[in-house]
């Protein structure tokens, strides 16, 4: 059987020793090469073609965010986040680097884990990331030569979707993908989209703290996490994310945190964000499923779209992982299956009646 190739990026000679140690006693992985720096790791990539790419984000040289970008746009790989969480500038370029394609994030090991748990974690990630097709990303090629993104061939805009006079809230699920997508979602809604937007993103609990904040600055809503009690109609116009590790839940038009136990080994879960949105909303929601892997909130948009809501599943060719959306398709959950450039007008034309009425 063919093994999984990987080029190992990281700076610190005895994390990189302890990394390919780890890869090279698995018999279905290949250590194919070894970077200490982001531009080393470019030129590596570029000559070995491996099938994953460990990356670390505090490099010399070359960072491993402007590695990644480079990466994604012109030899696109899947790529691992593997990088510490301990200061928040490191958590922002983790994010942007997600938001530039790569996969996934993993954080380094402490020390302190029980004996092989971080290192039987880190070999079933590069398995899981090397099954994921990645796709060209025109971000890195822009700089400067001042060279402009190819334009995106565009197809013909979705059928007009029916206003829902009634709606009150949007929810959003996601998972592998999720942030980039999020970034792509929020900048399709303006300023005059007053709906309250509650999300459950996807995300090691050791990268979360700041994700909330990161998407604040880098779009024009307001984002932050949930508070125990906050009502739900004091949201408008806002984005609240489930807190990492409790699930958020909306009950008497409340937010609620919970330690229930986790859903799909999810926690904070979609389903239950979901179908405590269609018990208290019924056809005032709309909601919608973003990629990922899994099948969390597949079960959860189906219960929404029963009680009447809005609902809409991401497309295979725009997801980075057709997990999530797809099991929702195939429940029949998704009134939408849309490409992701299309949800946020579509969530718009949703929600309008409603804005008009109370502009």
Same mark, same amino acid.
């Given at each position: 059987?063919?093994?999984?190739?990987?080029?190992?990026?990281?700076?610190?000679?005895?994390?990189?020793?302890?990394?390919?140690?780890?890869?090279?006693?698995?018999?279905?992985?290949?250590?194919?090469?070894?970077?200490?720096?982001?531009?080393?790791?470019?030129?590596?990539?570029?000559?070995?073609?491996?099938?994953?790419?460990?990356?670390?984000?505090?490099?010399?040289?070359?960072?491993?965010?402007?590695?990644?970008?480079?990466?994604?746009?012109?030899?696109?790989?899947?790529?691992?986040?593997?990088?510490?969480?301990?200061?928040?500038?490191?958590?922002?370029?983790?994010?942007?680097?997600?938001?530039?394609?790569?996969?996934?994030?993993?954080?380094?090991?402490?020390?302190?884990?029980?004996?092989?748990?971080?290192?039987?974690?880190?070999?079933?990630?590069?398995?899981? #990331?090397?099954?994921?097709?990645?796709?060209?990303?025109?971000?890195?090629?822009?700089?400067?030569?001042?060279?402009?993104?190819?334009?995106?061939?565009?197809?013909?805009?979705?059928?007009?979707?029916?206003?829902?006079?009634?709606?009150?809230?949007?929810?959003?699920?996601?998972?592998?993908?999720?942030?980039?997508?999020?970034?792509?979602?929020?900048?399709?809604?303006?300023?005059?989209?007053?709906?309250?937007?509650?999300?459950?993103?996807?995300?090691?609990?050791?990268?979360?703290?700041?994700?909330?904040?990161?998407?604040?600055?880098?779009?024009?809503?307001? #984002?932050?996490?949930?508070?125990?009690?906050?009502?739900?109609?004091?949201?408008?116009?806002?984005?609240?994310?489930?807190?990492?590790?409790?699930?958020?839940?909306?009950?008497?038009?409340?937010?609620?945190?919970?330690?229930?136990?986790?859903?799909?080994?999810?926690?904070?879960?979609?389903?239950?964000?979901?179908?405590?949105?269609? !018990?208290?909303?019924?056809?005032?929601?709309?909601?919608?499923?973003?990629?990922?892997?899994?099948?969390?909130?597949?079960?959860?948009?189906?219960?929404?779209?029963?009680?009447?809501?809005?609902?809409?599943?991401?497309?295979?060719?725009?997801?980075?992982?057709?997990?999530?959306?797809?099991?929702?398709?195939?429940?029949?959950?998704?009134?939408?299956?849309?490409?992701?450039?299309?949800?946020?007008?579509?969530?718009?034309?949703?929600?309008?009646?409603?804005?008009?009425? !109370?502009?």
């Amino acid at each position: 059987m063919t093994r999984i190739r990987v080029l190992v990026v990281e700076d610190s000679r005895t994390v990189r020793a302890h990394l390919c140690q780890v890869l090279g006693a698995d018999a279905d992985l290949e250590v194919v090469g070894e970077a200490e720096d982001g531009r080393r790791a470019i030129e590596l990539c570029q000559k070995l073609r491996p099938d994953v790419v460990t990356m670390d984000m505090m490099l010399p040289v070359m960072t491993g965010l402007s590695a990644t970008e480079y990466i994604m746009a012109h030899c696109p790989t899947p790529i691992l986040v593997v990088s510490a969480s301990t200061n928040r500038g490191e958590l922002f370029r983790t994010y942007e680097a997600l938001a530039a394609g790569a996969v996934d994030v993993l954080e380094k090991p402490r020390g302190d884990e029980p004996d092989g748990s971080w290192e039987r974690n880190f070999v079933a990630t590069i398995k899981l #990331v090397a099954r994921i097709r990645v796709i060209t990303h025109p971000r890195g090629r822009l700089g400067a030569m001042g060279m402009a993104a190819p334009a995106a061939p565009r197809l013909p805009p979705p059928a007009p979707v029916r206003p829902h006079p009634g709606c009150q809230v949007v929810a959003i699920g996601a998972s592998t993908g999720g942030p980039a997508a999020l970034v792509v979602l929020l900048r399709a809604l303006p300023a005059a989209f007053k709906l309250p937007v509650l999300v459950v993103q996807h995300i090691a609990e050791a990268f979360a703290a700041s994700l909330a904040e990161w998407l604040d600055g880098v779009t024009a809503r307001r #984002v932050f996490y949930a508070r125990e009690g906050d009502p739900v109609s004091s949201m408008a116009g806002r984005l609240v994310m489930a807190p990492p590790g409790r699930h958020m839940v909306v009950r008497d038009r409340r937010l609620h945190l919970t330690d229930g136990p986790e859903r799909h080994s999810c926690k904070p879960s979609v389903d239950v964000l979901f179908e405590s949105v269609a !018990g208290e909303y019924g056809a005032g929601a709309a909601a919608c499923l973003l990629t990922g892997m899994g099948r969390d909130g597949a079960a959860g948009l189906l219960a929404i779209r029963r009680a009447g809501g809005f609902t809409v599943a991401q497309d295979e060719e725009s997801s980075v992982v057709y997990g999530m959306p797809r099991e929702a398709a195939l429940l029949g959950a998704a009134d939408r299956v849309l490409g992701l450039d299309d949800i946020g007008p579509v969530l718009l034309s949703v929600g309008l009646s409603d804005q008009e009425r !109370g502009a």
